[in-house]
């Protein structure tokens, strides 16, 4: 599958926006990844920087676009497939980029920092809420969430992309990430979790 532009909801959870003490936004809070920061989660290792202070794992519900929105289509015309995603972050290198006022880039943008499994077919919203997403790290759940939790919903945040930044055919969201991110470290092994089925795995090599 081509993936075109890579779109990232920040603090679209309230407990996790709380546990990085953060306000909690009045509209969705957008930035984007390179498409070298794509990777796939199919059991690979994955190396990240480990010399730039701690990386953090954010599980996040990712949706895959299927066609240009236009005024009046609902998520269902818009949103062909799903997928689970890690927006792995560099919170020191972000925290002071914060601090400064400057742009996430160099916490967010970095090669293999957009993890993510293998898309399936979107159901439909309603669907989607009756099912919880989960990451376990060495067997352990760090993160749990469901997208009816989300701060700003689906048709929230396809609308306000397409009007700021476009929205077409290939383009995938990362829609926010729950409370308990936290760091990894090398060797952790990560599964993405849909329910109770395992959407994909990988494990960190820190280089």
Same mark, same amino acid.
């Given at each position: 599958?081509?993936?075109?532009?890579?779109?990232?909801?920040?603090?679209?959870?309230?407990?996790?926006?709380?546990?990085?003490?953060?306000?909690?936004?009045?509209?969705?809070?957008?930035?984007?990844?390179?498409?070298?920061?794509?990777?796939?989660?199919?059991?690979?290792?994955?190396?990240?920087?480990?010399?730039?202070?701690?990386?953090?794992?954010?599980?996040?519900?990712?949706?895959?676009?299927?066609?240009?929105?236009?005024?009046?289509?609902?998520?269902?015309?818009?949103?062909?497939?799903?997928?689970?995603? *890690?927006? !792995? #972050?560099?919170?020191?290198?972000?925290?002071?980029?914060?601090?400064? /006022?400057?742009?996430?880039? $160099?916490?967010? @943008?970095?090669?293999?920092?957009?993890?993510?499994?293998?898309?399936?077919?979107?159901?439909?919203?309603?669907?989607?809420?009756?099912?919880?997403?989960?990451?376990?790290?060495?067997?352990?759940?760090?993160?749990?969430?469901?997208?009816?939790?989300?701060?700003?919903?689906?048709?929230?945040?396809?609308?306000?992309?397409?009007?700021?930044?476009?929205?077409?055919?290939?383009? *995938?969201? !990362? #829609?926010?990430?729950?409370?308990?991110?936290?760091?990894?470290?090398? /060797?952790?092994?990560?599964? $993405?979790?849909? @329910?109770?089925?395992?959407?994909?795995?990988?494990?960190?090599?820190?280089?």
């Amino acid at each position: 599958m081509d993936i075109g532009n890579i779109y990232c909801v920040g603090r679209n959870y309230a407990l996790h926006a709380a546990e990085l003490g953060n306000e909690v936004p009045k509209e969705p809070f957008l930035f984007s990844k390179p498409t070298h920061a794509l990777v796939r989660a199919d059991g690979r290792e994955i190396t990240l920087p480990g010399k730039r202070g701690e990386v953090h794992h954010e599980i996040e519900f990712v949706v895959h676009i299927a066609k240009p929105y236009t005024e009046g289509l609902a998520v269902e015309d818009v949103v062909d497939e799903m997928a689970l995603g *890690i927006d !792995f #972050t560099l919170r020191d290198v972000q925290s002071k980029l914060k601090k400064k /006022g400057h742009p996430w880039l $160099l916490a967010k @943008g970095f090669p293999n920092s957009a993890a993510i499994t293998t898309f399936r077919s979107f159901p439909s919203i309603v669907s989607c809420e009756q099912t919880d997403f989960s990451l376990y790290k060495n067997g352990e759940q760090v993160q749990k969430g469901n997208i009816g939790e989300m701060l700003f919903d689906l048709q929230h945040i396809i609308a306000f992309t397409a009007e700021h930044f476009g929205l077409g055919r290939g383009d *995938i969201i !990362f #829609t926010g990430t729950p409370a308990g991110v936290g760091p990894v470290a090398d /060797g952790d092994h990560l599964d $993405l979790c849909w @329910g109770t089925e395992t959407l994909g795995t990988c494990t960190v090599r820190l280089g």
